[in-house]
């Protein structure tokens, strides 16, 4: 009986450290591979740049896609019913346009300066014009406070009327 248990031991002692063998093998394979693939890409830099642009460009989507978020629309609603068809008349949407949104659109909408969106081919909703033009988003700077309501109105209907083609 003794002798069988030795076995037994010896048996399984043999197959824990075959197991425990077997592991370090592959984990020392492992950074191998990819130390190798890194040479690959560093050496490859014409593939590494564009591996570097279709990221950026994945970002950029993402940032394209972003919804704005729902606190943010109810609140350029409320602006909205708010401001009277009077209140927007008595406001001159292009020169609002022209002295504060011109540096990064540039005067026909097209400029797109750091990100800013062709301003010509808005999709958008009017609450979602409003909601960021009053909050900002990405790299455009939020207007309230420098903007009044009303003329945060009439600017986005002057993107969205005379800009928009
Ligand atoms: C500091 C630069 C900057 C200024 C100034 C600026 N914008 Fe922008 N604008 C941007 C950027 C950047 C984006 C894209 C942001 C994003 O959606 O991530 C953008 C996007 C927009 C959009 C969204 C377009 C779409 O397709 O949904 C509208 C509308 C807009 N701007 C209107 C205005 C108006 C109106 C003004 C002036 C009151 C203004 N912007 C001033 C940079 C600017």
Known sequence: MKKISFVIVLLLAGLVWSCGDDKPKEKKEDPFKTSASKAKKTTDKGSSEATLSDEKEA???????????????????????????ADLEAIDGKKKYKLFCTPCHGMDGKMAINGAKDLTKVKTSLEENVAQIYHGKGLMTPFRGVLKDAEIVAVANYVRNDLRK
């Open 59 to 85: 970002e950029k989507e993402a940032e394209q896609t972003t919804p704005i978020p729902p606190e943010q629309l109810k609140k350029a609603k409320e602006i909205i019913v708010a401001i009277s068809g």
